[in-house]
């Protein structure tokens, strides 16, 4: 299961690799979880950055500039079963 989960996640950042400026926008990729038929709830999720000029709004969406590219580097999962 939680190679499935990695997967999901992955896919999603695969599709924000794309272009330059792909904001992750934090309700859109909650609910792209959810949206998942083996996912039944999501507890907690952050997302965190190491660029210099990427930054976090209010509602925790990760805002990438212009010229800035999303690189997913890492995944850490904690499943709970029941």
């Given amino acids: 299961m ?4 990695r997967e999901v996640i992955a896919s999603y950042f695969d599709e924000r690799q794309k272009g330059f400026g792909e904001s992750i926008i934090y309700s ?3 609910g792209y979880l959810l949206r998942q ?4 709830q999501v507890r907690s999720l952050s997302i965190s ?3 210099l000029s990427a930054f ?5 969406d990760l805002l990438i500039p212009p010229h800035a590219k999303v690189r997913l580097a890492g995944i850490k999962v904690s499943l709970s079963v029941g």
Avoid: A, P, W
């Fill in 28 to 30: 859109n990729f909650y």
């Fill in 2 to 5: 939680e190679e499935r989960v």
């Fill in 56 to 60: 976090y709004n209010r509602l925790g």
């Fill in 37 to 40: 038929d083996f996912i039944t």
């Fill in 49 to 51: 950055s190491r660029g």
